[in-house]
């Protein structure tokens, strides 16, 4: 049997890995929240939610429905423009949660799920906040 070096399987295993991974990062899929709503329904699976780019019209409380659809567990852990965490919910899986977020200032604020490296993986998402038409 023929031996292979190590710099060979390096190779092949990154490879693999980019496969694998890299044909699962998060496709951008929009969200324009009307105005004078104050819900949002986000679902959540294997390294992705959707969807991951929320226009939010104004500042405000808004609830979050989230629903995890994969058999595992995640999370959403809101982040204001600042980077200050300001909400975060264990998503079980299969069950579907609710989540108050106070944004009190325009702009983007981040939400990503913290366990393991699933953010790294493409489980991450962006509210704009008061953005909209500009």
Request: aromatic share 6%; charged share 15%; with cysteine.
């Amino acid at each position: 049997m023929k031996q292979r070096s190590p710099l060979k399987l390096s190779v092949i295993a990154a490879g693999l890995t980019l496969l694998v991974f890299g044909c699962a990062s998060a496709q951008t899929v929009k969200y324009t929240v009307k105005p004078g709503t104050q819900s949002i329904s986000i679902a959540a699976s294997n390294f992705k939610f959707d969807p991951n780019l929320i226009e939010v019209p104004s500042t405000g409380v808004y609830q979050l429905t989230v629903t995890n659809k994969a058999g595992i567990t995640h999370n959403i852990t809101v982040k204001d423009p600042s980077g200050n965490v300001i909400a975060s919910q264990t998503l079980p899986g299969g069950k579907t949660e609710q989540v108050s977020v106070n944004f009190k200032t325009n702009g983007t604020y981040n939400f990503l799920c913290t366990v393991d490296s699933h953010a790294e993986l493409g489980m991450t998402g962006t509210f704009e906040v008061g953005t909209q038409g500009k």
